[in-house]
């Protein structure tokens, strides 16, 4: 199985994935720096004297949030579409080529071709984003000065890169239904499905009270496509980990500083748990399906 996790990554080498990720990663990391930077000059306008105000503080921590929340919005599409089309074409696509008949009948069982192309694609998303959200929270903490447990921030991390092995799942899954193209498209349609519920979410949570019983029909479709695909939930419980809302929440409304950006209604520990037997049954539905395919 080693042979087949690093012959995965030799692939997304020769394939230029990974150069194209890292030269798209510097475009949008240059765009944030500058974006950070004009949100941060409005505390270096603020008096030496009020540094050690609560007010100063409380300045700190809103504009440190919205610009981790700015980062993390367009960081998660990233890893996304990262996680989706390094691996959409791998069962589909290797088939057509005949790769994948002049592979298997070597003694190598299936499921091990299939868990190494998994732990393959996965540890290169991981380690995609350690680097990813190492340099978002960098930026911010040198514009803003924003300070952050690190606690919160390992459990923020796992959510963050939980995203990738689930992705990727359902995208090997995917390729072993579809052909390469439809089922990059799919996955695109099912991502986006999940991304939409979530900002009706966030939209919806925004409204008065008052309007609830009007915004059932739209909770209830929020809520369907966040369990078709739970990715963009699982990112607003990671930023709910990461600023501490739970803590925090009587002090700072998130939801009205971030505005589209905010957190809307943040993710249970049972939605969690939900989210990880979707990425294990996605898993295990792909091993299943490709033992049985013909090639």
């Not at 290797?94 to 002049?102: I, P, T």
């Not at 950006?261 to 294990?280: D, H």
């Amino acid at each position: 199985m080693t042979t087949i996790i690093g012959m995965t990554w030799k692939e997304l080498l020769r394939k230029r994935v990974l150069l194209l990720t890292l030269f798209m990663t510097l475009v949008f990391l240059l765009a944030f720096w500058f974006v950070a930077q004009t949100l941060g000059e409005r505390l270096n306008r603020l008096g030496a004297a009020d540094r050690n105000s609560i007010s100063y503080l409380m300045e700190t921590y809103q504009i440190g949030a919205v610009t981790l929340s700015l980062g993390f919005f367009f960081g998660s599409f990233v890893i996304a579409f990262l996680s989706i089309f390094s691996s959409f074409s791998v069962i589909a696509g290797e088939a057509e080529q005949g790769v994948l008949q002049a592979l298997l009948p070597r003694p190598i069982a299936r499921w091990q071709w299939y868990l190494g192309r998994w732990v393959g694609y996965v540890g290169f998303g991981v380690s995609y984003a350690a680097f990813l959200f190492t340099a978002i929270l960098l930026i911010t903490k040198y514009h803003s000065g924003m300070s952050l447990d690190a606690v919160s921030l390992m459990k923020s991390f796992a959510l963050f890169a939980f995203v990738v092995p689930m992705l990727v799942s359902m995208t090997m899954l995917g390729s072993c239904i579809f052909s390469a193209i439809g089922n990059g498209v799919f996955m695109t349609m099912l991502f986006g499905a999940g991304w939409l519920g979530g900002m009706i979410e966030k939209v919806t949570s925004a409204m008065p009270a008052e309007q609830s019983t009007t915004l059932k029909p739209l909770h209830l479709i929020a809520g369907l496509m966040s369990l078709a695909m739970p990715a963009d939930s699982i990112q607003q419980r990671m930023l709910a980990e990461m600023f501490s809302l739970s803590d925090i929440q009587s002090l700072v409304n998130l939801n009205n500083i971030a505005g589209p950006l905010g957190l809307g209604q943040v993710p249970s520990n049972a939605f969690l748990v939900y989210a990880s037997c979707y990425t294990l049954a996605a898993l295990a539905a792909g091993l299943v399906l490709f033992r049985k395919k013909d090639f």
